[in-house]
């Protein structure tokens, strides 16, 4: 046996690195090896051999066949693992090793976790027929992670793991926390209606305030679909971080899973010289075709919103109904803060800009085109500013309806804990119709009052402290209850068209 597998080796090293499976461990002259070194990788041992060797003996091993979707669980140097933490993963427990597909334990070992449909459709019924959205709460070495924190963000929790997604815990465990199952969406309207909900979810970088922005975003994809499930198109403004949890469940990943699908880039998320980039951009339950954007050169350079790349982003969208489609043009922009005539001037400019930015795109005059976003001109108190904005834009503003009489409100709006910290109530947030384009025979414009359904509480503190902070943390100076979504109500247009 030996001999043979000497003669393998030597004869044909090149089919045997091609195959992957068999390989050897042990190096001249004093080749200390055994078979313990095959198991701490997880493989099975085949034979010694002696080749090069003045000293014991190298080991030949069979590499254990790679199963797809398998996970090794646990992390060097520190692997503080147990069979039953496949169980978290809706995985099986297959073998145990110090090193597995890596760095090796000094401490503990590895647990290799293989999926079994059988078996994890019995235990966790649907949840393991589908891929769920998952965050894992807890940081090692220290990770003091609770069930009770997956309800901070509307979520729940699935279990306990020591390893979870990363480094292992020295002390406490990991938390996996999964997003609920989307619910239905409604049947959409026939094809020529199109409903557009604005939305400002005021998710600002954490170095300048703290206000929940996490457990807000993390359930306004739900609360929308619960609310308004034949909505159309969405035009978000303010996602400046990326909503929920960044890079893992964000903002784009879970209107994803609530059934919005094509989304456009944000405004100014490539390299544009700005600090912070426009936070605007789309998501829509048709498919998008075609999208572009444009940077405002009109701004207000003693205020802050001269350091944000704010702008213009175009959505071709094609709605297909029962066989029946058509072809939506959408702008969603984000313009100008702040109150006084220099502010208006820049307003009025800013739409000059998207008007001409729009007829770039050479829309056919019998397409629809829709204008939408948070304008901030109001027309409660500064009427005649808007009619200049919506003049600038050529553009028709749908009658209102609903019970909200503005869309920025201290004294109704919970996140505003002083009702005199800022102005109000106003209406500053807007979904209109072109004027030089195909018109809709009927139009209507509603604020809509969008909260939690149950009680969120959240860190408030003030700027400077850069990175997200728990309710119950040291580090968090107050910490508040509350259940509107944003500082901002979202407006819905509807438009029936010919």
Request: aromatic content about 10%.
């Amino acid at each position: 046996m030996e001999f043979a597998l000497k003669v393998v080796y030597s004869m044909c090293l090149l089919s045997v690195t091609i195959a992957g499976s068999i390989y050897d461990i042990g190096t001249g002259p004093f080749c200390n090896a055994s078979p313990e070194d095959c198991e701490d990788r997880g493989d099975e041992f085949i034979g010694y051999f002696q080749d090069t060797c003045w000293a014991g003996n190298k080991v030949w091993c069979k590499q254990r066949a790679t199963v797809k979707g398998q996970e090794w669980v646990g992390a060097g140097p520190f692997c503080n693992t147990l069979p039953s933490d496949c169980r978290t993963r809706f995985l099986k427990y297959a073998t145990s090793a110090k090193c597995g597909d890596g760095s090796c334990c000094v401490t503990g070992i590895k647990r290799l976790c293989v999926p079994d449909e059988k078996a994890s459709s019995k235990r966790f019924g649907a949840l393991a027929m589908k891929p769920k959205l998952k965050v894992w709460l807890g940081s090692s070495p220290m990770c003091d992670g609770k069930c009770s924190d997956c309800a901070l963000y509307g979520m729940s929790c699935a279990g306990k793991d020591m390893t979870g997604d990363g480094d292992t815990c020295l002390s406490g465990k990991k938390v996996m926390c999964l997003v609920p199952e989307a619910p239905a969406l409604w049947s959409p309207c026939q094809a020529n209606i199109l409903k557009v909900l604005s939305y400002n979810v005021r998710e600002l970088d954490f170095m300048y305030v703290h206000d929940g922005q996490r457990e807000r975003t993390c359930r306004i994809p739900r609360r929308i679909v619960e609310q308004l499930g034949d909505v159309d198109v969405i035009v978000l403004q303010e996602v400046f971080m990326g909503g929920c949890f960044p890079g893992v469940v964000s903002l784009r990943d879970l209107f994803r899973h609530h059934g919005f699908p094509h989304m456009t880039n944000k405004v100014g998320d490539r390299d544009t010289g700005f600090l912070e980039d426009g936070g605007v951009y789309i998501v829509s339950r048709w498919p998008i075709t075609e999208q572009h954007e444009t940077i405002f050169e009109a701004t207000h350079y003693m205020e802050a919103d001269a350091f944000a790349a704010k702008g213009v982003i175009y959505a071709k969208i094609i709605k297909t109904v029962k066989g029946t489609s058509r072809n939506y043009h959408v702008f969603g922009t984000h313009m100008q803060a702040q109150i006084g005539d220099i502010h208006d001037s820049v307003r009025e400019d800013q739409a000059k800009e998207m008007r001409a930015f729009m007829k770039d795109q050479n829309i056919p005059f019998s397409e629809p085109v829709i204008y939408a976003g948070d304008f901030n001109c109001d027309v409660r108190a500064n009427h005649r500013h808007v009619r200049r904005v919506l003049g600038k834009l050529n553009a028709g503003i749908p009658p209102r309806v609903g019970k909200l009489t503005a869309t920025f409100d201290p004294t109704t709006n919970d996140m505003f804990e002083d009702k005199n910290q800022a102005p109000g109530p106003e209406w500053l947030d807007y979904v209109v119709y072109s004027k030089d384009h195909l018109k809709p025979w009927v139009s209507t414009l509603e604020g809509i009052k969008l909260t939690s359904k149950t009680q969120m509480e959240i860190c408030s503190n003030g700027p400077f402290k850069p990175s997200y902070m728990y309710p119950d943390s040291s580090f968090c100076s107050k910490k508040r209850t509350i259940t509107d979504l944003s500082d901002h109500y979202p407006v819905l247009g509807m438009f029936m068209f010919p």
